[in-house]
């Protein structure tokens, strides 16, 4: 049996809980594997999703007999998981007593982005993670030399572009491969990343060595990689600072449009908002007779934040966008009981884009 070894780095917290619905932080195989399946398809954009959907099964597998399980084994080695209980002990704050002798814990005002983008899992609930710096590995094997080789691209990208666990499109679970055991020729070379010292740099990489792997049809009916824009800033010395600052772009932008609550779900949803006594769920439906038909309620965000760990001194903080329509057709914005409608509107996005300022932009 073939076999890749991949030795990777958290570089961000990683909100990754065990198979028992406990708060029991651990490196789980099919957490990778569900995400690589995501990747693979990003890279893979085909015209047909027949065909599409019939390729990704002979390597990952499928529920069909004729078809059956996947065409490669993933393992995840590690010999110690260094965990935190609260990110609070990450992100600076500043502490309110209010009534009753309550403490209320507010971050600082230059992390007020970095709250933002992880906001479910320590502001609405407070969950231990997996601590930057952990080590471990990651194990493919496979008796196919191209599952082998599909595997082990889907797994680069993921570690490029996306992440693992709760949040992991906010900029949460960000993890970096420092190295490469195989006899598969990947034509990828990692040593080249060790040089990355500038957002021009980065750049440089991407397009020659990523780029090139990306499926250049394009295929709207689901996210990917092929036309999708992707923004790198200038490295900062440790992962906060790099999140904090897209996260205070975000958190910017986000609250100049908070009350047009028709826009946010642009930027994926659900979104609740709370109006005096009422809850609105922002989703999205085909509109019938002013009612909501066939409500959707969860688009994921094509909208990725992520932190690239090239060295010890550098990470990198970008966004990518994916390309994609963000609903089907007929399908409109709107509350869970019909009383507010929009359509889909790219303009937000575009002025998100504009807000951003000394970026490196690159269109895949």
């Not at 502001?123 to 030399?145: A, E, H, Q, W």
């Not at 070379?189 to 499926?215: C, H, M, Q, R």
Request: hydrophobic share 35%; proline share 4%.
């Amino acid at each position: 049996m073939k076999k890749s070894i991949f030795e990777c780095e958290v570089v961000t917290p990683m909100f990754l809980m065990g198979a028992n619905k406990e708060k029991n932080v651990e490196l789980r195989a099919p957490s990778f594997k569900g995400a690589m399946r995501f990747w693979w398809r990003a890279i893979n954009s085909k015209e047909n999703n027949n065909k599409l959907n019939e390729e990704e099964s002979k390597i990952f597998g499928a529920s069909s007999e004729k078809i059956g399980k996947s065409k490669f084994i993933l393992r995840v080695e590690h010999s110690k998981i260094m965990h935190g209980n609260t990110l609070w002990d990450e992100i600076p704050f500043d502490t309110k007593i209010l009534a009753k002798n309550k403490e209320n814990k507010q971050p600082k005002e230059e992390y007020k982005g970095l709250s933002y983008l992880l906001y479910s899992v320590h502001r609405i609930s407070d969950y231990p993670y997996i601590k930057p710096g952990t080590s471990f590995k990651i194990v493919l094997s496979s008796n196919y030399s191209n599952a082998l080789k599909e595997a082990s691209w889907s797994l680069l990208f993921l570690s490029f572009f996306g992440a693992i666990g709760k949040r992991s499109r906010r900029g949460a679970g960000s993890f970096r491969i420092k190295k490469i055991i195989t006899n598969e020729n990947l034509e990828y070379n990692l040593i080249n990343l060790i040089n990355v010292n500038s957002k021009e740099d980065l750049k440089t990489f991407i397009e020659n060595e990523l780029k090139p792997k990306i499926s250049i049809i394009k295929n709207n009916t689901y996210s990917t990689l092929s036309g999708a824009k992707i923004y790198i800033f200038d490295p900062e010395n440790n992962w906060k600072e790099a999140l904090k600052k897209i996260g205070n772009f975000y958190y910017d932008f986000r609250q100049k449009i908070k009350k047009k609550i028709e826009l946010g779900p642009n930027f994926g949803f659900p979104i609740v908002h709370h109006n005096k006594n009422n809850k609105i769920i922002m989703g999205a439906a085909i509109k019938n007779n002013n009612k909501p038909r066939k409500f959707k309620n969860r688009r994921a965000s094509p909208l990725i934040f992520k932190v690239i760990k090239t060295n010890e001194n550098n990470y990198f903080p970008i966004i990518t966008w994916l390309n994609g329509d963000f609903l089907p057709n007929n399908f409109q914005i709107t509350d869970k009981k019909g009383k507010k409608w929009a359509q889909p509107n790219s303009t937000v996005i575009d002025d998100f884009f504009k807000e951003l300022k000394d970026k490196e932009e690159i269109t895949l």
